[in-house]
C-alpha cells in the first residue's frame, strides 16, 4: 500500500488553547481508520487541521500528502488534491441549490467545467443509493433539511467529487439505525485501493457496515493507543479511563 497521509508531531491552537499536543498519524491508500477518544480530546481539531481551516493554527509539526507537504496549503488547494471532510453539523446556504453547489464543487476540484446532463445523471444515481428524494436536488443547500438528510448531502458531495482522503466527523450522530445503514454502505461502495477513510465516531453501529483497519485512541491531544478494529470492543467495556491513567 502507498501512503496518503502523513501527520507528524502536529500541535494546533484554537484560540490560545493548545489542543493537539504533537500527533503522529499514517493513513495509507486503501485503508479505513477511526478516531475515537472523550469529548475536547482534539477529534474535530484534527480533521480541521487536515483540511487547512485558518482557525485552528498549527504551531508545530508537518502535515504530508501523498508525499508532499501541505502544511502551509490553503483549503481549496487542498480539495484539489483530494482531501474531503463531511461536517458534523453542515450548515445550511441560501441562494444556491444543492446540484449546482456540488456541480461547482466538483469543477473547481477538477479542474474541468461539469456538462449539466452528464452530471445530473450521476447525482440522482447517487441520490438513489442514498435513498434522497430527487426534489433535494432544487433545493437550496441544507435549508429546512433534517438533520439525517444534512448527512446524507455530505455523504452525496463525497460520491460526486470522488476524493482520495474522505474525512467523516460524527457522520452518524442524529442518524436513526436505517440511515446509518445507508450512510455506511454507500460509503463502504466508495471506498477502494485508491482511497482512504478517516472516521470519528462515539457510535459502534457505523462501523458494523465500515470495517476499520485500525483504530486509534486520541486523548489530550495524542494518540495513545493504536491496534484493530477489537480495540472498539475494548473501548465500550472499559471506557477511556484505563488510557487516560497512562498519561498521568
Request: contains cysteine; aromatic residues 6%.
Amino acid at each position: 500500500m502507498s501512503e496518503l497521509l502523513r501527520v507528524e508531531n502536529l500541535k494546533v491552537t484554537v484560540e490560545g488553547k493548545d489542543i493537539l499536543k504533537g500527533l503522529d498519524l499514517v493513513i495509507n491508500k486503501g485503508e479505513i481508520h477511526v478516531i475515537m477518544g472523550s469529548n475536547g480530546a482534539g477529534k474535530s481539531t484534527l480533521f480541521h487541521a487536515i483540511m487547512g481551516n485558518p482557525a485552528y493554527r498549527i504551531t508545530g509539526g508537518r502535515i504530508y500528502f501523498e508525499g508532499a507537504d501541505i502544511t502551509d496549503m490553503p483549503v481549496n488547494e487542498r480539495a484539489k488534491l483530494g482531501i474531503f471532510m463531511a461536517f458534523q453539523n453542515p450548515i445550511a446556504v441560501q441562494g444556491i441549490s444543492v446540484e449546482n453547489f456540488i456541480r461547482n464543487a466538483k469543477s473547481t476540484v477538477s479542474g474541468e467545467t461539469q456538462r449539466i446532463m452528464p452530471f445530473r445523471k450521476k447525482l440522482r444515481a447517487q441520490m438513489d443509493q442514498l435513498l434522497m428524494d430527487k426534489s433535494y436536488a432544487e433545493r437550496y443547500v441544507n435549508d429546512g433539511f433534517s438533520g439525517g438528510e444534512r448527512k446524507k448531502t455530505e455523504i452525496l458531495q463525497m460520491c460526486m467529487l470522488e476524493p482520495k482522503l474522505t474525512m467523516l466527523d460524527e457522520i452518524d450522530s442524529g442518524l436513526d439505525v436505517d440511515a446509518v445503514r445507508v450512510v455506511s454502505r454507500t460509503v463502504s461502495r466508495y471506498h477502494d485501493a485508491g482511497n482512504a477513510v478517516l472516521i470519528i465516531t462515539h457510535h459502534s453501529e457505523i462501523l458494523q457496515y465500515l470495517k476499520p483497519d485500525f483504530v486509534h485512541i486520541l486523548l489530550d491531544g495524542k494518540i495513545v493507543r493504536t491496534d484493530g478494529a477489537a480495540l472498539i470492543g475494548e473501548i465500550e467495556a472499559h471506557g477511556y479511563d484505563i488510557y487516560r491513567t497512562r498519561l498521568q
